[in-house]
């Protein structure tokens, strides 16, 4: 699934591109991509029809357009990326795989495709949350470690109660948000510590060295437009990213840790694989 760098690369894109065009027309090509709107694709079609696209939004790896309707009412588009979502303006290099796809009042189409379907389009409410207006289906989240408001005091806290593996509490969205299995090893890894090290063990100082090394690698992410292994993973302009080039630990089984020389290992963790060196970052004892 993107994690937060690739999602705010296609968040910014539609910030540039579509914020303040109206939508026109909208045909849903599988009603397995609307399958989160409980009132169906026709009641989706409807309620987009004439809606200006006012903004856009993210938390963690969720984004969002926010609309104003017709009747004046604001919105929500929420886009749920899934594993393979993908979010294009203009021609569709795949059109087997178009979902949805909306036309908009300067011409410009604007479509989801999806290869797995795993994610969608959703509209919600607004609600206020904690000082911040998000979507209903996005309340639960925790702030990421971009978030201008982000409390980095405030996590520490809530991990140095959580007798779990470090990794697993930063791969839980409602502790934090935006992190996943790439970045949290690429953290990890930066911060010299195990992922299977219990929360609770970690002294404050490990702690915030473990979220600053998080929000680091992501904004490093970000500057080199996210990580791409494949062509599942594009910006609006079906551009992929570059980010896999400075992956450190990530993927590098058997290959020498650019800081110490260590072979990196791989590990079976969460129906996932964890990688991480054995020398500066040694397992837990036990």
């Given at each position: 699934?993107?994690?937060?760098?690739?999602?705010?690369?296609?968040?910014?894109?539609?910030?540039?591109?579509?914020?303040?065009?109206?939508?026109?027309?909208?045909?849903?090509?599988?009603?397995?991509?609307?399958?989160?709107?409980?009132?169906?694709?026709?009641?989706?079609?409807?309620?987009?029809?004439?809606?200006?696209?006012?903004?856009?939004?993210?938390?963690?790896?969720?984004?969002?357009?926010?609309?104003?309707?017709?009747?004046?009412?604001?919105?929500?588009?929420?886009?749920?990326?899934?594993?393979?979502?993908?979010?294009?303006?203009?021609?569709?290099?795949?059109?087997?795989?178009?979902?949805?796809?909306?036309?908009?009042?300067?011409?410009?189409?604007?479509?989801?495709?999806?290869?797995?379907?795993?994610?969608?389009?959703?509209?919600?409410?607004?609600?206020?949350?904690?000082?911040?207006?998000?979507?209903?289906?996005v309340a639960h989240l925790a702030r990421d470690p971009l978030d201008p408001r982000f409390d980095i005091d405030a996590v520490v806290k809530v991990l140095r109660r959580k007798h779990s593996e470090i990794?697993?509490?930063?791969?839980?969205?409602?502790?934090?948000?935006?992190?996943?299995?790439?970045?949290?090893?690429?953290?990890?890894?930066?911060?010299?510590?195990?992922?299977?090290?219990?929360?609770?063990?970690?002294?404050?100082?490990?702690?915030?060295?473990?979220?600053?090394?998080?929000?680091?690698?992501?904004?490093?992410?970000?500057?080199?437009?996210?990580?791409?292994?494949?062509?599942?993973?594009?910006?609006?302009?079906?551009?992929?990213?570059?980010?896999?080039?400075?992956?450190?630990?990530?993927?590098?089984?058997?290959?020498?840790?650019?800081?110490?020389?260590?072979?990196?290992?791989?590990?079976?963790?969460?129906?996932?694989?964890?990688?991480?060196?054995?020398?500066?970052?040694?397992?837990?004892?036990?």
């Amino acid at each position: 699934m993107p994690e937060l760098p690739e999602v705010e690369v296609v968040r910014r894109g539609l910030q540039a591109h579509v914020v303040g065009k109206t939508i026109t027309a909208v045909r849903v090509h599988h009603p397995r991509a609307v399958r989160r709107h409980e009132a169906g694709p026709a009641d989706l079609t409807a309620r987009l029809l004439d809606a200006r696209i006012t903004g856009s939004d993210r938390r963690g790896k969720y984004l969002w357009l926010t609309l104003d309707g017709p009747s004046g009412d604001d919105q929500a588009l929420v886009v749920h990326l899934g594993m393979s979502g993908q979010m294009l303006l203009g021609e569709i290099p795949n059109a087997g795989h178009l979902r949805i796809a909306a036309i908009l009042d300067d011409g410009t189409t604007l479509s989801f495709v999806d290869q797995r379907t795993f994610g969608g389009w959703q509209l919600a409410d607004l609600v206020t949350v904690d000082g911040s207006v998000v979507p209903t289906p996005v309340a639960h989240l925790a702030r990421d470690p971009l978030d201008p408001r982000f409390d980095i005091d405030a996590v520490v806290k809530v991990l140095r109660r959580k007798h779990s593996e470090i990794k697993r509490q930063l791969l839980d969205q409602t502790v934090v948000s935006g992190i996943g299995n790439i970045y949290a090893d690429e953290a990890l890894w930066r911060a010299k510590i195990n992922g299977a090290r219990l929360a609770e063990k970690l002294t404050r100082r490990q702690l915030i060295a473990l979220l600053e090394a998080a929000a680091e690698v992501m904004r490093d992410a970000l500057s080199q437009g996210g990580t791409s292994f494949d062509s599942l993973y594009v910006n609006v302009n079906g551009q992929s990213g570059y980010f896999d080039r400075s992956l450190n630990v990530y993927g590098r089984e058997g290959k020498p840790c650019r800081r110490c020389g260590a072979v990196i290992r791989r590990e079976k963790f969460m129906n996932r694989s964890s990688f991480y060196c054995p020398r500066d970052q040694p397992r837990p004892r036990g």
